[in-house]
């Protein structure tokens, strides 16, 4: 009988500054792809073309507990990946209490910074939505996806899906 890999610790950093103790919550990006239906003569039905990234885009949404003046400084930055963002995480197996190691690196800027509820005596959190213009997913050492957005860089399970597309426009 096997057990799932289940998420019993995390931590995140901000500019290589540690939110233990603060950071509450991370929803990590979805990996999602733009498809579109085709569906030419001769075909009994239609294939999804993988046209990309989803227009969506790569986004991270974060919380805080407190007021966290980082992030608010980093607010309007004008370079599209000025927020360097890390999660790591520890991701334990309850058959075999094997423990994996995942790492998540993004880099972006913040698009929201939703200060919640301000209510005396009562719990203040901040929650962050980032895009971003990078994702990399690392499990026990082993990069498993990386996107750079920016330079069309896209390597899944060590391949670089988007190398023959870079050569073929001159990149």
Request: charged share 25%; hydrophobic share 40%; with cysteine.
């Amino acid at each position: 009988m096997a057990m799932p890999r289940k998420l019993k610790n995390m931590n995140v950093f901000n500019d290589g500054g540690s939110y233990q103790g603060i950071a509450k919550a991370m929803t990590l990006p979805a990996l999602s792809r733009k498809m579109e239906g085709y569906r030419g003569g001769g075909m009994n039905g239609p294939v999804k073309v993988d046209m990309g990234l989803s227009d969506d885009g790569i986004a991270v949404s974060w919380k805080l507990g407190g007021w966290d003046l980082l992030a608010i400084r980093q607010w309007g930055a004008t370079s599209a990946s000025a927020v360097a963002l890390r999660f790591a995480g520890a991701v334990q197996r309850d058959d075999t209490g094997d423990v994996s190691a995942v790492e998540v690196v993004m880099r972006g800027r913040h698009e929201e910074i939703n200060f919640g509820d301000s209510e005396p005596g009562a719990d203040t959190e901040h929650e962050i939505t980032t895009t971003c213009t990078y994702y990399k997913l690392t499990v026990d050492g082993e990069v498993l996806v990386e996107i750079d957005i920016l330079n069309m860089i896209e390597i899944v399970d060590g391949v670089d899906i988007l190398a023959a597309q870079r050569k073929a426009v001159g990149l």
